[in-house]
């Protein structure tokens, strides 16, 4: 087991506990519930239930409140928790390392990605990747952001990149890009390609946003009540393809983050243009379960991604910075 003192708050004499009952106590703390704590331990909920009552009494206390509602860590099981989350990130850093030393980087490594990047950003990734790492058995799921953070959360991902919030339980997160926002549309719209756009300006939009459970449709709305732009018709599609084809065919228009559109420069099936007088931006964050660290495949992955990313940023400051600063009004 992993020594620990025996009280989160004091520096007690030392005791011994074991690995599965640690481990218990973090399922619970971030499921909220013996029974969901005990499916992802593969275990019965009574010998979860057990665990923590073994720590508990070796600790001398109480690290739960237990109610009709489910399970809530007491500030002493809170602080606690976070403790038993770092020693055993730790443990399993030791373990990445050693193998790191050998030169194995084998293992799985599954990742949860949005459309945004699985566009443009993903395939030079990988070309680079894979040939770097052929032992490493690749799984990698698009989705939008619930839905990856619930996988992150249930283990069934090693990471995944979501638009920023404010954080949960059971989930470390860190800042991976910020990005500047592009207005999408087709050449019906008019648009002059890669001109500055202010919002304000333009004839109301008919606009295609992400549905109201999406982190991005919130900040969209935000700023467009916020910044005068009026809004014709609004269509909520949660689907990246579709709405990139029924754009690039019609009069309407998207907003989306320009690492998904820098392969359209210069295409003429899509209109890509900057938004300015605000600029509007979007952050992404890096998610992953706390009571895990990044294994070396993991780092080495994340590392390739953000210099594709970087790479995308300079591409596109190359040909926005190329062209006279004309400015739309349609």
């Given at each position: ?32 519930s ?49 403790s038993?989350v ?32 699985t ?9 680079d990747?894979?040939?770097?790492c052929?032992?490493v ?58 001109a ?42 949660d ?92």
């Amino acid at each position: 087991g992993i020594k620990f003192s025996n009280s989160p708050s004091s520096g007690a004499s030392m005791t011994s506990i074991p690995l599965r009952q640690i481990r218990a106590v973090i399922a619970v703390c971030e499921e909220g519930s013996f029974t969901r704590a005990a499916m992802r331990e593969n275990a019965t909920q009574s010998g979860i239930s057990q665990h923590v009552a073994a720590v508990e009494r070796a600790l001398n206390v109480k690290l739960f409140e237990r109610t009709t509602g489910g399970v809530t860590p007491t500030p002493a099981g809170y602080r606690y928790y976070k403790s038993c989350v770092e020693a055993v990130g730790a443990l399993e850093h030791a373990a990445n390392e050693a193998r790191s030393f050998a030169g194995q980087v084998t293992g799985e490594l599954r990742i949860g990605l949005m459309p945004t990047f699985t566009r443009a950003v993903l395939a030079p990734v990988l070309d680079d990747f894979v040939p770097r790492c052929p032992e490493v058995r690749l799984h990698i799921v698009e989705g939008y952001s619930n839905l990856l953070t619930e996988m992150v959360r249930d283990g069934g991902l090693d990471f995944a990149v979501v638009p920023a919030f404010e954080g949960a339980i059971g989930l470390r997160s860190r800042l991976l890009l910020r990005d500047r926002e592009m207005l999408i549309s087709g050449p019906r719209r008019g648009f002059t390609p890669l001109a500055p756009l202010r919002l304000s300006e333009c004839k109301p939009l008919k606009i295609v946003v992400p549905g109201p459970d999406n982190i991005r449709r919130r900040n969209l709305e935000t700023y467009f009540h916020s910044h005068g732009v009026e809004i014709e018709a609004m269509l909520e599609m949660d689907a990246m393809i579709a709405t990139l084809e029924f754009v690039a065919r019609s009069d309407w228009a998207t907003i989306l983050p320009s690492v998904i559109s820098v392969n359209d420069i210069g295409r003429g099936a899509l209109t890509v243009n900057p938004i300015v007088d605000p600029e509007m931006h979007a952050e992404f964050v890096v998610i992953q379960p706390t009571r895990r660290t990044l294994s070396t495949q993991a780092r080495l992955f994340l590392e390739r991604f953000e210099q594709e990313v970087s790479h995308i940023h300079e591409v596109w400051d190359k040909a926005i910075n190329c062209l006279p600063q004309v400015r739309n009004i349609a």
